[in-house]
């Protein structure tokens, strides 16, 4: 996945500073950091599945620095805002080499033409198509490019997170479709900056929400925009979470993309999960893709399901009486 990491070091000139420690910026799972010296790298990495696959390799994992470090290597995300944000960062902390490697879907042809305009660049090398190049920037050279919090419909988002420039259609379909009463534990799966669960929390009647979510930085987001005593924030992967007690109904909005590529069976995986996270009687509603194929994993889970809703994009799904119960094991990964 990296293969341009070891031809640049290789053969193209790449030399990497002797001390200090090495950032690697949001590194996904599989990319290969053995071209690096590992007992001075640190793996930032806010999404929890990524983080605990380099976590479980052995490297020294954060899901945020701030610390100066002597190099980063920013593995180039799909957003925009983001991947500016993230050379502004590894520029802030002080690293005086900056590496980044992408792929040509994910725009680093354009990240590369908008950087050259403001210092020299080393390389490009092209592999697999993609790109690797390296730079010496100043702490200030990318100032105007760190992320900051935004205001959208009254709520705090930030660069790279879903939906960070306003309210989901779908979500908002969903949270409009929603019974008034949801019963007293309910668990938001997926939860990003915590839309759902700013919706349901005008219930009295409820006295927890469980609000889980992979993404660190949507989950500090929703932190800003939830300040009700009934809410515990997880960072935690779905697949793998389970709560300490079983909730009367899950709500979500499943990821239903690995980076660019649709992949469903992620969306499968948070309806399994949700229904080993339901009491007997529990219900599970949620908003997918109308073309997604979700009801044959739903009806695997599920005693009844119905749609209730929707639109010709969306459809909102009803599950009731979850078949199998396994034994709910507390998670680690509470934040
Ligand atoms: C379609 S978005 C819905 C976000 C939010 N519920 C809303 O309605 O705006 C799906 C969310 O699931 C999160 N996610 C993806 N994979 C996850 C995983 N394995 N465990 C927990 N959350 C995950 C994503 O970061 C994203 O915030």
Known sequence: MSARLPLAIETGGLSLPETGSLSVLQPVAGFDLSPLPRNRLQVVQPFKP??????????????????????ALVCLPRAKALARSLIAEA??????????????TDG???????????VD?????????????????????????????????????????????????????????LPKHLGKHVI???????????????????ERVDLVEADARALDCARRNITDARVVFHWADVTSWA????????????????????????????????????TPSGQLWMVANRHLPYERSLEEGFARVEEI????????????????????????TRR
């Open 50 to 71: 990524d983080f605990d696959h380099f976590q479980e390799l052995g490297y020294d994992c954060l899901p945020s620095a701030d610390t100066p470090c002597a190099a």
């Open 91 to 104: 520029a802030r902390r002080g690293a005086g080499l900056v590496i980044v490697d992408g792929a040509k």
């Open 108 to 118: 680093v042809d354009s990240i590369l033409k908008e950087i050259r305009k403001r």
């Open 121 to 177: 660049i080393h390389g490009p090398l092209s592999k697999a198509h993609g790109k690797i190049f390296w730079f010496h920037p100043k702490p200030d050279t990318f100032a105007d490019w760190q992320g900051t919090l935004q205001a959208v419909n009254g709520f705090t988002t930030a660069p790279g997170v879903f939906s960070a420039d306003g309210i989901d259609p779908a979500s908002q379909l969903l949270a409009d479709a």
């Open 188 to 206: 938001d799966l997926g939860a990003g900056w915590g839309y759902l669960s700013a919706r349901i929390l005008a219930d009295r009647i409820i």
């Open 243 to 278: 709560p300490d007690t079983r909730a009367d109904a899950v709500i979500m909005n499943p990821p239903f993309h690995t980076g660019r590529a649709a992949n469903p069976s992620l969306g499968r995986a948070f309806v399994t999960a949700a229904a080993r996270m339901l």
């Open 309 to 332: 809703g929707g639109d010709s994009r969306f459809k909102i799904l009803h599950a009731i009486r979850p078949r199998a119960h396994a034994k709910p094991t507390p998670t680690r």
